[in-house]
């Protein structure tokens, strides 16, 4: 069951990044004092549904998309929307069955690229021999976006596994007393109030700091690897396993960083 939350009648500038219901509860604050003080009521149905274990899929452009982890008819998810949300919610409100593609201004989003900075660091783990420019070289165009919500969708009942769920907890434990790290994130955000974001040392500071918690999150790699042999999946193209694995990392290193900000 998928539920949607309409912040605009059209397709606006609100900007929203991020990919944890967390970064969306902050912008949604953020945007209150321009769009709207109505905002701040969607920041608090957002942290409702956080709570409740909803995951936030994306944002459209004028739209919230979330993802119930729990089996529910639309019966019981109007329901549940009326008791946590409140009725007027069912105003900005509507549920569906199934999962659809998300769609920005009617084309589906764009999709990452080789070169973006998570998968440029990983190419060591997988297998760089396999990669060009192009993360999903080879596959047809239509495919694409098919393609990349299955592997986030196994992405997500990765990280319910437990074994995996055990690893990422143990990172987060050893995240929590990271001298190294910190001193690393210290030395970044240091140069990049003295000199920017375009200055060639923030910039080397920045790649010293991706890097080193890649190589912490490199970890998760065999027991994700494994995960895909349990689930039948072990004839993944290495561009699938790519997408597969990018997705987890990237929820995993969500999950460990804000954990330890809280």
Known sequence: MELAIRLFDQPGEFALRGRSAKTVIAALLRGAAVHGP???????WVEELASDGW????????TLVFRSTKALDETEATAYVRRRLGQDALARVSLREGTV?????????????????????????????????????GHPTEELSELLLDMSFLSQEALEDSEISAIIESLRQE????????????????????????????????????????RQLSKLVPALRQFLERRGFSDLCEHEATAFLTSALSQALSFIEEHNEE
């Open 101 to 137: 593609p998300l769609m920005r201004n009617g084309r589906p989003p764009k999709l990452p690229k080789a070169d973006d900075e998570l998968t440029r660091e990983l190419r060591r783990l997988i297998g760089p021999e396999q990669h060009q420019a192009e993360l999903y070289l």
């Open 38 to 44: 109505w905002l701040r009521q969607v920041a608090r």
């Open 175 to 214: 995240h929590e007393h990271d001298a190294q790290y910190r001193d690393l994130h210290s030395r970044y955000l240091t140069l990049m109030e003295r000199a920017g974001p375009g200055d060639p040392a923030a910039e080397e500071a920045y790649w010293d700091l991706f890097s080193y918690m890649s």
């Open 55 to 62: 995951r936030y899929r994306g944002y459209t452009g004028d």
